[in-house]
């Protein structure tokens, strides 16, 4: 049994922020942020009405839809995000809540930018097993929640944009369709380069004795309560050191694509479209340049909604496919790399 994308979908907010709006909350300028990142506007929600299973909601009836299925159909969920509606329950259950589907399991996924090829992973294990026949899953983020829209927080916050976009996989009995092969990997020596610490039940010290990295912001926080000293030293957003993780990027990136050509006993030329986790349009570009993919084999997106994590990569599969540029039969490859440090990548017979 193969698992197949039966139906996709995407969602993002209505409201765009451009580069030059964000000129006006912090020391940066949008010729900075497009020859760094490629980035040129993102999408931010409507605070406290839209959240993340609300976007997830939005994408997840759009997927169903074109499933030719009904919410009631759907036997499982995968949900991954890094910026949940709570900290507890994770966005899963409350999906299903907006679905009107009580008593299927909810499974929430926690492997940032790597999210959605670690969901549709382990959704696919689940169908080649028989377990289950239609999986929704789902990446979904509302990063304008919690990024630090000072200057101190600019290499991060100029990136980050919401979003959410969902797939139903199938059940198939096409061994020749779906996804062939995914392959999953993560190296935890790097957790601290791209986190968000509190509210958390770390302590800045433990940390360290771990192995850890030694944030200088917090040296001993950490509290699942955040405290007046969090706020006062302003501990309380995403860090990410940027050249450290772009570095890794570079190399894990073709590696999880070169690890899933070889499973599928195929070379890069054979990828008919590559869909890389929407990082940083620089990063797209040397991957690209690596495997010598035309520009008509790699989509990029990450011009209009930035840096989406979990969300990225459904979203910019299923603007491609809504474009006509991936065809029934062709080989589709969707790679990603980003914070734990996490990889993988998964290839798709469309
Ligand atoms: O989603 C997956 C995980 N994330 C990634 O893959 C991101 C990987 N990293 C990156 O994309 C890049 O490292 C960034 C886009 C985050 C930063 O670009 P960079 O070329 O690596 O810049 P940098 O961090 O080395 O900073 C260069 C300079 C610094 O100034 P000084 O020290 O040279 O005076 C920064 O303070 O650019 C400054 N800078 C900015 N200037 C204007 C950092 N952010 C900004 C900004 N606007 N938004």
């Known amino acids: 049994m193969n698992a197949k994308i039966a139906g996709i979908g995407f969602f993002v907010p209505?409201?765009?922020?451009?580069?030059?709006?964000?000129?006006?909350?912090?020391?940066t300028t949008s010729e900075w942020i497009v020859?760094?990142?490629?980035?040129?506007?993102?999408?931010?929600?409507?605070?406290?009405?839209?959240?993340?299973s609300t976007l997830a909601a939005e994408a997840a009836k759009i997927a169903i839809e074109r499933a030719g299925?009904?919410?009631?159909?759907?036997?499982?969920?995968?949900?991954?995000?890094?910026?949940?509606?709570?900290?507890?329950?994770?966005?899963?259950?409350?999906?299903?809540r907006h679905l009107g589907i009580k008593g299927i399991g909810c499974l929430d996924v926690r492997t940032q930018c790597t999210g959605f090829i670690y969901a549709i992973s382990v959704a696919d294990q689940y169908i080649k097993t028989g377990m289950y026949k239609n999986i929704l899953v789902v990446g979904a983020e509302v990063h304008s929640a919690g990024l630090d829209f000072t200057t101190r927080g600019r290499n991060v916050s100029v990136i980050f944009g919401d979003g959410a976009g969902a797939v139903v996989l199938q059940a198939t009995e096409d061994e020749t369709k779906g996804i062939l092969t995914t392959n999953l990997h993560a190296?935890?020596?790097?957790?601290?380069?791209?986190?968000?610490?509190?509210?958390?039940?770390?302590?800045g010290a433990f940390l360290k004795?771990?192995?850890?990295?030694?944030?200088?912001?917090?040296?001993?926080?950490?509290?699942?309560?955040?405290?007046q000293e969090m706020l006062d030293k302003e501990a309380i957003y995403p860090h990410m050191n940027g050249r450290y993780v772009f570095k890794h990027a570079v190399e894990k990136f073709p590696a999880a694509i070169e690890e899933a050509c070889e499973a599928v006993g195929c070379t890069a030329d054979d990828i008919n479209m590559l869909i890389p986790h929407q990082a940083n349009l620089r990063i797209t570009q040397m991957i690209q340049l690596k495997f010598g993919f035309e520009d008509?084999?790699?989509?990029?997106?990450?011009?209009?909604?930035?840096?989406?994590?979990?969300?990225?990569?459904?979203?910019?599969?299923?603007e491609a496919w809504e474009k006509g540029l991936i065809k029934d039969g062709d080989l589709v490859c969707l790679a990603a790399f980003g914070s734990g440090f996490t990889w993988g990548a998964a290839m798709i017979r469309w």
């Open 35 to 52: 020859e760094r990142t490629g980035i040129e506007e993102r999408r931010y929600v409507e605070k406290h009405k839209e959240t993340t």
């Open 296 to 318: 008509e084999r790699v989509y990029n997106n990450i011009q209009k909604y930035g840096n989406t994590t979990a969300a990225s990569i459904p979203i910019a599969l299923c």
């Open 209 to 227: 004795d771990q192995g850890g990295l030694d944030y200088p912001n917090e040296p001993d926080l950490g509290g699942m309560h955040l405290t």
């Open 14 to 27: 209505e409201r765009i922020v451009t580069n030059e709006e964000l000129t006006k909350l912090m020391d």
């Open 69 to 96: 299925l009904t919410t009631q159909d759907i036997d499982f969920i995968v949900f991954a995000t890094l910026s949940p509606d709570y900290y507890f329950p994770g966005s899963g259950v409350l999906l299903q």
């Open 187 to 203: 190296d935890g020596e790097y957790a601290e380069h791209l986190a968000f610490f509190n509210p958390g039940t770390h302590g």
